[in-house]
């Protein structure tokens, strides 16, 4: 549905591969604001998968998605300091899906 970039990220194969595939393409946003959750209410994601992002789902934006957010992160520490824990159970009709990386 969209994808968000690492803050300061310049990373020309994702910006490609967003351009090629007509993927909306967020820079430098803070996440959790209010005026980032306006902007990405209109995609109705059915949940979130968060690749080794620069920052941190407060519950407000996991709860945008029914079935919430997947954190895959390239360290010991791999959870998320949300109050909310949710577990994710894709199906066929998890459609869709955001990306941040």
Do not use: W
């Amino acid at each position: 549905m969209f994808i968000c970039v690492r803050r300061s990220s310049d990373d020309k194969i994702l910006a490609k591969f967003a351009a090629d595939y007509g993927i909306e393409l967020f820079r430098d946003c803070d996440i959790n604001s209010p005026k980032f959750l306006a902007m990405i209410t209109k995609f109705n994601c059915d949940i979130f998968v968060s690749m080794s992002f620069d920052q941190i789902f407060k519950p407000q934006i996991i709860d945008l998605a029914p079935l919430g957010a997947i954190n895959k992160y390239l360290s010991l520490q791999v959870f998320n300091k949300c109050k909310k824990k949710r577990f994710i159970k894709p199906n066929s009709t998890t459609q869709n899906v955001c990306l941040v990386c």
